[in-house]
Structure formats: C-alpha cells, structure tokens
C-alpha cells in the first residue's frame, strides 16, 4: 500500500478582497506513516511588489463539514516572489487533525521586501472566483473565427477567449489572466478591459463581419477583372510573336555565325598568342609581363599552371632583391633568412652560407653572442664552411667555454690560413687547464689540480698565485677533515676552524683552516704525527695535560684533544669526532 493517499483536490481559482495573491487551486493529502493530513496551496503573485513572507490560517472540518477543533497556521518564510510568480505548491503543512477533509483558508498578513506589509483587517477568507466562460460557446463559427482574426491582427495570441469579468479589486482578461483591477493593461496580452469589452461584443462582430465580406468580394472581382485583362494581352502577344518570330529567326542565324566566329578568335588564336608571348618573357625573365599574358590566356594548355610558376618567381625575384639590398646594409642574417627561402633560385645558396658567415663574424667581431649566433654556427659547421668552424671557436672563447673553442681549433685543416691562431689556441689551451685546475681544487683534489697548472706554458688570471698557494700546501701540510663517531641526541656544531685542518677554493683563492698552537703534519696519510700545545686566544684557555688539551671558555669545559698515537680525538660534550686525512 502506498505512504500518500489523496483525499481531495481543488482546481479553481479563489480571491480574498484587497489581497494581492490569488489561491490558484489546493489539495488534502493523508500519510499513513505518519497518520496525518497534510494540505497544499498554489498562490500566485498579482500585485508588483516582491513577497518575503506569507502568514496564512486554516480552518478544518469533517466530511460533513463539521468544523474541527485547533485551526493550524503556517508562515511561508524567506521567499522571492516576483511579480505574476507562482510559489507554495510544493510546500506542504502538516494539519492538527488527521480528521480534516475540507479546509477554508485566509490570508492573514504579507511581507514584501521593502519591509511593507498588508494586513487582514477584516478577517475574510479566500472565496471561489464566478467559473470561466469561453466565448465560442456563446457565438457561431462566423462570428469567432471573425474575433480570432481581428486578435491575430493586433498580434495577440491566446488558446481560448473567455468573456472579460471584473470582481471587487480583480480582473479576468479574456484571454484568460487574472490581474488587479489597479493595473491599466493586462500584464499577459498588454490590452486594456475596455478593449477587451468593445472587441468582443457580439454587434461589434456582426458589423466588422461584414465589412470583411465586402472587402472580399470586392477583392475577388478585382482579381477577375485583372485576369480577364491579362488573358487578352497574353492573346495579342501571341499574335504579334509570330510575326516577329520570322524575322528573328533570321537574325539569330546570321548572329550565330558571327558568334561562331568570335569565339573561335577569343578561344584559339588570341589565347595562343598570348600564350607564346608569356613563354617568351619567362625565357627572358620577364616575369611581371609574362604573368599578364597568361592571365589573358587562362584556360589554354598550361597557361594556369605557367601563371602560378610566374608569380612564383616574381616572388623570389623580388626575395633576392631584398636579400641582397640587406645584405649591402650590413643586416647579414635578414639577408640569409630571404635566401633561406628561395634557395633554389640562381647562387641563393652561396649566398646564404656567405651572409650566415658574415653575420657570425660581424656579432663575434663586436665581441658579442646571441641564439641567433649560434643557430648559425651550427648551420655553418654542418655545411662543412672551415671558416665557419674557426668562428665557432671563438664563439666558445668570448662564453668562457675555452675546452669546447680549443677543440673546435685543434680540427681546423690549414691552420697556416689564420694568422693569429697558434696564439689563440695556447690561450684557449692555457685557460681551459686553470678551469680545470680550479674544479680540481674546489674539490680538494691538490696533486691534480697542481698537474695541471704546471702543464700550462703561460699564466693567466690568477693561475701563479694559485700554483704557489698549492704547492705550499702540499710541501708544508697534510690536509683532513673531523669525522664524528659517537653523537648524542642534541647535534652538535662541529664547525671549530681553529683546530680543523681543512683547504676549500673559493673566490680565486685556495684557502687553508688550521691553527700554528696545533702542528699536524706528516707527508704520508697512514703516519699522521700530532702534537698538542696550550695557549690563550681570547677568552679561550687551552691547558695541555700529558696527551690531553682541554679548551676552556669562562671556565666552561668546551672540549677536549687527546692524542691516541699517530691520530686525533676530540670530544665536545657526549659528541665524539676522529681527525681523518683525505686521501
């Protein structure tokens, strides 16, 4: 069985006075789960101002229409209702008696937006508004189809026509709105009731029926008379045609020939002499005027296809004289794009190379580099052009790429061709070797870095001084590093440049951390020799006691040396580190 139950419906439309919301129709429904009647109302907004609440009571009663105890209100709240909306028909309220079978309903105030409100004074309830009359029922098939027809021609369009009916403070407009009586026109069809009135009385209808059906008739014998007359002159045309149709058809006889004739020029010897001229300029390279006669030839043998390879070449002409005007101005790589697309036109190719060429030289020679530069170099050195190949090395000597420019040099073939380039390969050679021997000391790799200063055959930037602070330490020191071994929970800052002997390049310099109190030296990594010595730096105290030092600050223990034969621990809280030398 089904939860809802239907127990009555009501579709008529109700009025109350002075309110603006027609109640549309309404409906009582039973659920059995719940065992209650809920009830549901359809209002519709006739007045111009936006609702925002609407407080409404109801009145229940029996089957027999015994009225019930405990009248149920509701208030419909947070609404927007519009002008001519409809709303509350999905909203139902739940009733105090589940024995209601008829209700009576009342509106009892209204809040609009602008925080006005109207007010149930007189306490009235909705009452049913007089049923609706449809006109076609009161005239005959001639008289409607007459009103329909004037409604058509003032461009209103309704389903059905009613009789117009005014009741109290609202109106029903014909074609089926009920609006206010405050309102001049109907808000549907835009008409006013007076209009409405006149257009649908029954003698108004008669009377333009009949001017109608004389307008018509009228009409009909006008077409008649016209139809006559046309037939008459169609007759007379007739007649006159054959005679003329003799004559004509002489003349279009004669005229054929003389068509003929023409044609024949115009298709055959015209477009063949303008063809053979178009041929002969493309020979001479006469582009522009070769294009105009096979213009005029167009359709004839190949004519369209010789056009298309004139225009073509008046558009490579015209990219070579640009190129080449480029070229003269010093704008060397616009000059290789314009041959770069017309390079199987005459040395366009050559041409190309050389502008590439020239531009590469021109940018390096000013001791500057762009993508373009190098898009060039590439194309250059793929063509197998050497002395592109000799700029590429420059390229990569002005971006301080000196490994990649030393190469690009060492496969030039005729070296003897560059005056300048022994010198410049020493330089490249020498400059590439110091960036070497920088990463190498970066890091820490000494002996390799200090081979390959000592390969270079001439000192550049700071390479002298770099050699010597190299060999300074490789002659006077062993390099290490603090390894830490043991660790508490609390890392510990192992960072102490006083006693750690450690070497980092940086900046240009190769710079050495150790303190002269401590003297770590040794030439081989497995006999490291330490020895320990006190002194005082600062607000620091260092007190050696046997093969122990401990470092003091404000009387505070900071840490501990202790020399466990030839290596190095130190001891900084629960945090223990061992002196390990790099390899």
Not at 88 to 105: A, E, H, K, Q, Y
Not at 231 to 236: F, G, H, N, P, W
């Amino acid at each position: 069985m089904e939860r809802y139950e239907i127990l009555k419906r009501t579709y008529r439309e109700e009025y109350l006075k002075d309110c603006p919301l027609l109640l549309i129709n309404s409906g009582l429904t039973y659920d059995r789960e719940k065992n209650e009647v809920l009830a549901q109302f359809k209002f519709q907004n006739l007045g111009h101002k936006i609702i925002k609440a609407v407080y409404v009571k109801i009145f229940c009663s029996g089957p027999g229409n015994e009225p019930l105890e405990n009248a149920a209100q509701f208030i419909y709240l947070d609404l927007s209702v519009q002008s001519l909306a409809i709303f509350g028909g999905d909203i139902p309220i739940s009733l105090p008696n589940n024995r209601t079978r008829n209700v009576l309903l009342t509106c009892t105030k209204i809040v609009f937006v602008d925080e006005t409100v109207w007010c149930n004074e007189e306490n009235k309830n909705y009452n049913p508004l007089p049923p609706k009359q449809p006109l076609q029922r009161c005239l005959n098939e001639e008289l409607y189809e007459e009103l329909l027809t004037e409604l058509s021609e003032e461009r209103v369009v309704c389903q059905d026509v009613y009789f117009p009916c005014e009741l109290e403070n609202i109106r029903f407009c014909p074609c089926g709105t009920y609006y206010l009586k405050e309102d001049t026109v109907c808000p549907c069809c835009q008409k006013e009731y007076e209009w409405w009135t006149e257009i649908t009385l029954k003698e108004k209808l008669e009377k333009n029926l009949e001017i109608r059906r004389e307008k018509e008739q009228k009409a009909q014998e006008e077409q008649q008379r016209i139809k006559v007359e046309k037939a008459a002159e169609r007759k007379e045309r007739i007649k006159k045609g054959r005679k003329i149709a003799l004559r004509v058809g002489v003349i279009i006889g004669v005229l054929c020939v003389v068509v003929a004739v023409y044609m024949y020029i115009n298709k055959e010897i015209i477009p063949s002499r303008n063809y053979e001229q178009g041929i002969t300029c493309m020979e001479q390279e006469e582009y522009a005027e070769a294009k105009d006669y096979f213009a005029k030839s167009s359709g004839y043998k190949d004519s369209d296809e010789q056009y298309q390879k004139a225009e073509e070449f008046i558009q490579r002409k015209t990219n070579y004289l640009m190129a080449f005007n480029k070229y003269q101005e010093g704008e060397y790589f616009d000059a290789a794009r314009l041959y770069g697309r017309i390079q199987d036109y005459k040395d366009s190719v050559e041409l190309y190379i050389d502008s590439l060429y020239q531009g590469v030289k021109q940018d390096i020679d000013k001791g500057q580099t762009t993508d373009t530069t190098l898009e060039a170099l590439q194309i250059l050195e793929d063509s197998g052009y050497e002395e592109g190949i000799y700029y590429f090395g420059k390229y990569y000597f002005l971006n301080q790429q000196y490994k990649e420019a030393y190469e690009k040099w060492c496969n030039i073939k005729g070296k003897f061709r560059y005056q300048n380039l022994e010198e410049e390969m020493s330089e490249a050679r020498n400059k590439m070797l110091y960036q070497e021997a920088s990463d190498l000391a970066a890091n820490l790799k000494i002996s390799e870095a200090y081979e390959k200063l000592m390969d270079m055959d001439a000192e550049v930037e700071d390479s002298e001084h770099m050699k010597s602070e190299i060999k300074r330490a490789l002659d006077s020191g062993f390099l290490g590093k603090w390894i830490q071994t043991e660790s508490s929970d609390k890392k510990s800052d192992i960072a102490d440049d006083f006693l750690i002997i450690e070497a980092t390049y940086r900046d240009g310099e190769l710079r050495f951390y150790y303190a002269d109190d401590y003297a770590v030296k040794g030439k081989k990594p497995e006999k490291l020799k330490v020895r320990l010595s006190a002194t005082e730096s600062g607000r620091r105290y260092h007190i050696l006691e046997g093969e122990t030092l401990v470092e003091k600050n404000n009387y505070e223990i900071k840490a501990v040396f202790t020399r466990e034969g030839t290596s190095l621990k130190k001891e900084v809280g629960a945090d223990t580190f061992v002196y390990e030398p790099y390899e």
